[in-house]
Each structure stands twice: as C-alpha cells, then as structure tokens.
C-alpha cells in the first residue's frame, strides 16, 4: 500500500517541476512584454513632431454630415448632399499644391479605378477633397482636367469631382471620418497620412483603404457591399487593431503595443488552462491511488 502510494507522489513530482518551469518561463515572458512595451513608448516619442497628430482613424458607420457647403472644380458651391442618395461614394483628401504624397495617391487611385470594371458616374462616384482652405477653384479644376484625361472613360465628369471649402467645412468633414493632418508652418506643407474612404449612398462610412495603391478586387467588393448599405465586418476590426498605419510608410505595421495585449491574454489564458488541468490530472490520480490503496 505505501509502494502503491509512493507511486501516486512520484507521478505528482514531474507534474510539480513541469509547473514551476511554467511559471518560470511566464516570468520571462512578462519580462519580454515589459521590454517591448517600453520599446513601443520609445518608438512613440521619437516620432516627429509634425506626424505626432497625424493619423487616418477607424469610424466606421459614422455618419458624414451632408449639410456641408464646398465649391466644386467650376467653382459652383455645392452640398455633400449632392452627391450622395443613389450610389456608393469614394472620398479621398489631398492638397492641390502637394508634390509629394497626394499625386502619388492620386496616381494609385486612377490605376485602380481604370482596373475596375465598374465606371466612375455610373456605379459609384468619387470626391476628391482639398484640406487646404487656401486651395482655389482653379487649382482643383486642373487636377479634374488632369485626372479625368488619365481615367479617359466616358461619363466620369459627372461622377468624379474636386472640391475645395473653409477651414470649418473642411474640419467637419475629416474629424467625421478620422482624417488628422498637420501643418507645418516653416515649410508651407501639411504632414498627412494616405488612404480612401468608401461610404455608402447614404453617406455612412462604410470601409477604408489605406496607402497608395489599391486591390482593384478588394475595392470592387467594398463597392458592391456600400451599395448595399453594408458596413466593414469585425474581422475588419480585429486586423486593424493588430495594424497601424504608418503615415511616413504609407502602409500597415504591426502596432506592438495592441500585440503586447493580445500575447498577454493568451498567455494568462494559456497558463489558467494548463494549471487547472494539472490540477486535475493531480486530483485523479490522488482518488486512484486511493481506491487501490
């Protein structure tokens, strides 16, 4: 009887070591999330002054005010109510007078819309809006002329349009989408990040498109799911919080901090499991060795 119950102990050692290691290799582990946390402050405050506000926020099924006044490129003031009702709107913002980031956005968007089978003014429209108040009529009318020439099909002059409007129509609009810019006052040039945003025909955001380039196959099906009123899934969401747009990049990295979160609930997930299975697994064998005992 005692041999039987000595066994039960020795099967209880392994089990105990396997634990202790456990919690062990736990330690390291926060440890390791506590060095990249810190990582993580690091790469946060080294961050130029001028990106430290800019960013392109997630809010998504928010509702863009229509109310809004602009001027389109003819210089004809209109409403964002103009546009919307019937079909799915695409909304991008650039400055007119950039050399930069917001051709090379531009550029990336007709590619993608010359990919589509779908056609601009006929299943979907586009605005292309300056967040400089300073931006001009004129300014907006040549990049109409410049980019409809490039997307050459016909009917797209009723359906894609440059506007321009004050600081406080401009404000509205991007703060309703999540679109923070900077200006940097001794270079004349705003820091900004890139992306599209498609709504659907009541003017809800329904997705966005961050970067410079475009999947043709992607946008086509977020067209066809905002014609349908339908709004971005929580899939959507859970990549987004793994990802971070990198306005210096113009693309996704993976944001540590959110990665920190996610490695740390599986691990006190993972070790809660294992712990409570040992446990039993313990329990088990102490009512077998006393049953034979």
């Known amino acids: 009887m005692r041999a039987l119950a000595s066994e039960g102990v020795g099967c209880a050692w392994p089990a105990l070591a396997l634990k202790r290691a456990l919690l062990r290799a736990l330690g390291l582990v926060f440890a390791l999330i506590l060095a990249l946390a810190h990582l993580a402050r690091a790469h946060d405050n080294t961050r130029p002054a001028a990106l ?3 960013a392109f926020d997630q809010k998504l099924a928010e509702q863009v005010p229509l109310d809004l006044s602009f001027r389109d490129e003819r210089g004809n003031e209109v409403r964002l109510s103009d546009y919307f009702g019937r079909k799915p709107v695409i909304v991008n913002f650039v400055y007119y007078k950039c050399r930069d980031l917001c051709p090379l956005l531009l550029d990336g968007l007709v590619r993608s819309l010359r990919a589509l089978s779908f056609d601009v003014g006929n299943q979907f429209a586009v605005l292309t809006v300056s967040f400089d108040p300073h931006d001009s009529a004129a300014l907006a009318d040549a990049k109409n002329k410049e980019f409809l020439a490039r997307y050459a099909r016909p009917g797209a002059a009723d359906g894609w349009h440059f506007l321009t409007g004050t600081e406080d129509s401009i404000q509205k609009l991007t703060n309703a989408v999540g679109f923070h810019y900077n200006y940097d006052a001794q270079t004349g040039e705003f820091a900004h990040a890139t992306g599209i945003v498609l709504l659907t025909p009541a003017g809800k955001v329904s997705r966005y498109y961050y970067g410079i380039d475009f999947s043709p ?4 099906l977020g067209l066809i799911e905002a014609a349908e009123a339908r709004i971005g899934t929580p899939i959507d969401q859970l990549l987004l ?7 210096v990049t113009g693309k996704y990295g993976l944001l540590i901090s959110n990665i920190i979160r996610l490695a740390g609930g599986l691990t006190v997930l993972l070790v809660a499991g294992f712990v409570i299975a040992m446990l039993r697994r313990e329990r088990s064998q102490a009512a077998a060795s006393g049953r034979t005992a």
């Open 217 to 220: 196959r992607d946008l086509r």
């Open 241 to 247: 919080f793994c990802f971070h747009y990198d306005p």
């Open 52 to 54: 430290r506000e800019v």
